[in-house]
Every structure is written in C-alpha cells, then in structure tokens.
C-alpha cells in the first residue's frame, strides 16, 4: 500500500540543525511532487516546502525561507528536510504528504497520502 | 498570502445532524480548494478537492461547494466518527495556506 514514513525528529538545542527524512513506498516515487507540513502543539497546519517530482523546482513558506532546504534522492524514494538556525517557533509535528500530481512551477494539486509525522522539539 | 478564515471554530452537534463548515478566502482561489479531516492523534485525510470532488471512499455524506472566495463543506448527518477538526486549504497561489481548522463535536 502507498505509505510514507517519516524520521529523524527529537530534541535539539535553539540555533542548531536537524534533517528530517521521509522514506516511500507502495507508489512510483518520482512521479509525484512531496510537501512537507508541520503542526505546532495544539494548534493548525502549516504548510512549510514542497519539490517537484524531478526536484528541479522548490517552493517554501515565508516563515522557513532561507532556513529550510527540501531534497529529494528518487533513487532511494526518500524525502528530506534540511533545518538550520532552529527556534522554538519551529517545534512541531512535521509531516511529509504526496501531491496527487508532478508539481510544476506554476501549481500542485492536492495532499492525497500523508505519513504519521515525525515531532521536533526546539529547547535549550 | 491567500488567507483562508475558517468558521465557526467549534461546531457541537447531535448524530444525524447535518453540520455546515465554511471556508473564506482573501482573494479568489478558483476552484482550487480542499478540504481535509484530522482525528486526535493522527495524521490530516484528505476527504474533498478542488472544492467539490469527493475522495473515493469517502462516505457521500460529505460534500464541498463554492468558488471564488466563499466555500462550504457539508456533512449532511453526522456520525460519531465524524468528529474531528476540518481544514481548508488552498493550491491556487504560492505559498500553499491553511485555513485555522472547525472542530466538529458530536454531542
């Protein structure tokens, strides 16, 4: 079955980095474009990066720009998200969530299969 | 950005109800809105896309409406398994947003 599974969250100290993964399976991994969304404690979705299905192109919110790198390795149907200067406004649920379609530049589609999300937690 | 204004926040209601969420937007979104289901503790489901196609599988009781700037999701006779909050969000500008989420309580 199409799943997606996230790793690599756990506690990290203000300023540091930390690389989240995202390992696929159960779909033809490079044809789809990947987002990622992270959910802070108690409250809404965030949308924070998406790639496209060849990773040639890469959109992020305003709130990670700069911060934030998303890649992609198709040959090992694996997501990443790359966190530098970590705040505590970045301590969440983040989960990876395939689009239903590529991803071009101009548009993706919709969230069709989401994983269970992986926690990172930003404190001294 | 597209902001998205979700109301009302909560929604408490009987089973067999029918509930009414609704979703605005800032500026036009055309179609290119969905709508999502998140239970405690688990990850978001995606149950309606671009505003009113019906994931498969998803039970006919839930339907979207709308275009534009002003969107609905109705769930016509709610279920106890219907409770949870629902998200809006839309794909028509970058960056992709979220709408803040109506919890939907089953009394």
């Known amino acids: 079955q199409v799943q997606l599974v996230e790793s690599g969250g756990g506690v990290v100290q203000p300023g540091r980095s930390l690389r989240l993964s995202c390992a696929a399976s159960?779909?033809?991994?490079?044809?789809?474009?990947i987002h990622w969304v992270r959910q802070a404690p108690g409250k809404g979705l965030e949308w924070v990066a998406v790639i496209s299905y060849d990773g040639r192109t890469q959109y992020y919110g305003d709130s990670v720009k700069g911060r934030f790198t998303i890649s992609r390795d198709n040959s090992k149907n694996t997501l990443y998200l790359e966190m530098n200067r970590l705040s505590s406004e970045d301590t969440a649920i983040y989960y990876c969530?395939?689009?239903?379609?590529?991803?071009?530049?101009?548009?993706?589609?919709?969230?069709?299969?989401w994983g269970q999300g992986t926690t990172v937690t930003v404190s001294s | 950005e597209i902001v998205l204004t979700q109301s009302p926040d909560t929604l408490s209601l009987s089973p067999g109800e029918r509930a009414t969420l609704s979703c605005r937007a800032s500026?036009?979104?055309?179609?290119?809105l969905a709508w999502y289901q998140q239970k405690p503790g688990q990850a978001p489901r995606l149950l309606i896309y671009?505003?009113?196609n019906r994931v498969t599988g998803i039970p006919l009781r839930f339907s979207g409406s709308g275009s534009g700037t002003d969107f609905t999701l109705t769930i016509s006779s709610l279920e106890p398994e219907d409770s949870a909050v629902y998200y809006c969000q839309q794909r028509n500008k970058w960056p992709l947003t979220f709408g803040g989420g109506t919890k939907v309580q089953i009394k």
């Open positions: 671009d505003a009113t």
């Open positions: 500026q036009s979104v055309s179609s290119f």
């Open positions: 969530a395939k689009d239903s379609g590529y991803c071009t530049a101009t548009s993706c589609r919709h969230m069709d299969v």
């Open positions: 159960g779909f033809t991994f490079s044809n789809y474009g």
